[in-house]
């Protein structure tokens, strides 16, 4: 039986997540659920946010599902999300965004945006002087290489069409540069079929507001990611929409692209969405398709039957919508 690390965390992380295992026990009995702290919680326990414990035991596991972490301000700080990502080696950030209700004025999407997730402007190197700080930015070919590889195979395993390289060579003419090419090159050499594409970072945000079919997988820098998929998942409805799988070599993390929210935090009207998507990734990741395929179904029925989640302007807060997703999922035939 494979194991799961189930890491809550901070604001609105425990109630997603709890939704999130409880649609993942619907759809399969193959795993067991290991609990461990992260993030306030872990620091009101044992004083640190990201305990040693708890990091060997997300090592220990096939895979991890966690919430969000409220960040905390000042220089001792070292956030947790950055830590593991850097500890297991989770390089890639895979954050597909897809349009399962139709929002107003805004066009559908279905975009898989594959994120550099452990070098670029998160290195956290940031040197003081009397003028100012300077932060190094490090973009390296091995790290270009693995992710550019990454967004390849995942295009081509999941029947993709082609891929756009977001950057901004134009300016940073080296380290994007560097990118760029990397990118051409494995196109050229390994990219059987796909299209491949390249566009400026800020043309790119606006074209994936305003013409969204535009791209298919886009394959980007740490910064450019983090940005881009925060715009993907307004265009489809807001970051309740978002998953996203952290993934390396060994190891991998589920999550919803969203923070902690504190400002809807024990309300009972996150949208859990997010969190439940990234439970089906999980379930992909680790070899279990069937119940991965059965969790999407049962979501995207949900939303194509008219009902909406109250970030939505429904009436379904994180319980009701939990109800429901259970019951579509107990309707289901298998596949
Ligand atoms: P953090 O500091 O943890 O990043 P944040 O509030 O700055 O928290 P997010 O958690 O990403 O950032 O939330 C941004 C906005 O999106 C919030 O106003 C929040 O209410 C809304 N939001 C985020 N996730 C959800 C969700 N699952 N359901 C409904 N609204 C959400």
Not at 122 to 150: A, C, H, M, P, W
Not at 170 to 180: I, K
Request: aromatic content about 6%.
């Amino acid at each position: 039986m494979k194991r799961i690390c189930v890491l809550p965390g901070d604001g609105i992380g425990p109630e997603v997540v709890e939704c999130a295992v409880s649609i993942v026990k619907g759809a399969t009995d193959d795993l067991e659920f290991v609990p461990a702290d992260i993030g306030q919680a872990a620091y009101e326990k044992v004083g640190s946010y990201l305990p040693a414990e708890t990091l060997q035991l997300m090592r220990s596991c096939d895979s991890s599902l966690f919430g969000a972490i409220t960040s905390v301000e000042g220089p001792e700080y070292d956030p947790p999300v950055l830590r593991f990502r850097k500890e297991l080696d989770l390089y890639a950030n895979l954050r597909p965004v897809r349009t399962l209700v139709q929002v107003p004025n805004r066009a559908p999407i279905d975009v898989v945006i594959v994120r550099e997730n452990s070098e670029g402007m998160y290195t956290q190197n940031e040197v003081y002087d009397d003028g100012g700080v300077t932060t190094l930015r490090r973009v390296t070919k091995k790290g270009s290489e693995r992710i550019v590889d990454f967004a390849i195979q995942y295009a081509l395993a999941n029947g993709r069409r082609g891929i756009t390289c977001v950057h901004k060579a134009n300016v940073l003419r080296a380290s994007d540069g560097l990118f760029v090419n990397i990118f051409r090159e494995q196109m050229r050499t390994r990219g059987k079929g796909l299209q491949a594409s390249e566009q400026l970072v800020d043309s790119a945000a606006m074209k994936l507001l305003t013409d969204p079919s535009a791209f298919d997988v886009i394959v980007t820098l740490n910064l450019y990611g983090d940005i881009l998929s925060d715009v993907a998942a307004g265009v489809a409805g807001g970051l309740g929409f978002a998953p996203s799988g952290n993934i390396g070599p060994k190891h991998s993390v589920f999550e919803p692209a969203h923070g902690s929210a504190p400002d809807i935090a024990g309300k009972g009207v996150a949208n859990p969405t997010a969190a439940v998507l990234a439970g089906a990734m999980m379930l992909n990741h680790i070899g279990l398709p069937e119940s991965a395929w059965r969790i999407e179904r049962a979501v995207s029925d949900f939303y194509s039957s008219g009902h909406l989640t109250t970030d939505m302007g429904g009436r379904h807060g994180s319980k009701s919508y939990t109800e429901h997703i259970l019951r579509n999922l107990a309707a289901q035939p298998h596949r």
